[in-house]
């Protein structure tokens, strides 16, 4: 996947068709993490906190309810990785990036709390079976799409 | 947090936003270390939720990925919780604590 065109409020990629199915394949994983994977404090409860991790809780888990319906429609789109001389193209504005870089990162750090929070995230093919296969080559997928994201945010801004 | 090559400078300490004086202490909010979340996707979530210039966020990002957190803001109880949910929208580890 590579930037291919960026005229200041559209970013236009090209996407292989390998590159698709993984894409694809990883959004469908959304949301990894639920609404009750955050903390809102680590320190001791001032009689604020009760509340406001309930609020937070709620707060994440309509945002999840919100972009998986918003993904769905996205994928659903005629002009969803359309196809072009033999490649797919990505057309996204600022704000669909923006929304997308989170939805990767939701899977990418959901992947890695199913493989068990590893602190050393470069597993070796060993340690893996059927099921967390699946966890580790989306984790490193999604890493790989946010990193193009980013780069295409970063030249925009130059 | 997950290694990323980008050549970095740090601000001068003095240009760093001085904490706001308020009536209370206010809460701060703190963003942790992980070994997942990409060190740019940091940087640019703090540039996109404070608005700040890339070399301040980078500053902060860099404070969590050596010292393992970093205080970002204090502010008050209801702005620092707002904070936190962005952060946390982002699916980075962020907390606040009283001041």
Known sequence: MELFKADGQNFIFRVGKREKRLLEEVLQLYPMLSGSYGE?????????????????E?????????????????????????EKAGMHQLTLSLSRMEWLLQILNNIRVGCWVALGAPQDTALHLKDLNEKTIRYFV?????AYFQSVLLKALQRAAL | MAESATPLVLPDQ???????????????VI?????????????????TVFGWQRQKAEYHMLQVHNQGKSVLVRESFEKAEAYVHQL????????????
Not at chain 2, 14 to 28: D, F, H, I, R, V
Request: net charge negative.
């Open chain 2, 31 to 47: 963003c942790w270390n992980d070994p997942i979340n990409l060190m740019d996707f940091v940087t640019h979530v703090f540039q």
């Open chain 2, 14 to 28: 003095s240009q760093e936003q001085k904490p706001k004086e308020t009536q209370e202490p206010g809460y701060l």
């Open chain 1, 138 to 142: 989306s984790m490193e997928g999604t």
């Open chain 1, 58 to 82: 709620q707060a994440l888990a309509e945002q999840h309810r919100a972009n998986r319906q918003e993904l769905e429609s996205l994928l659903r789109e005629p002009t969803w990785l359309k």
């Open chain 1, 40 to 56: 809102i404090s680590s320190g001791p409860d001032d009689g604020k906190l009760g509340d406001a991790q309930k609020l937070l």
């Open chain 2, 88 to 99: 946390q929208g982002y699916t980075l580890h962020a907390t606040l604590e009283r001041a």
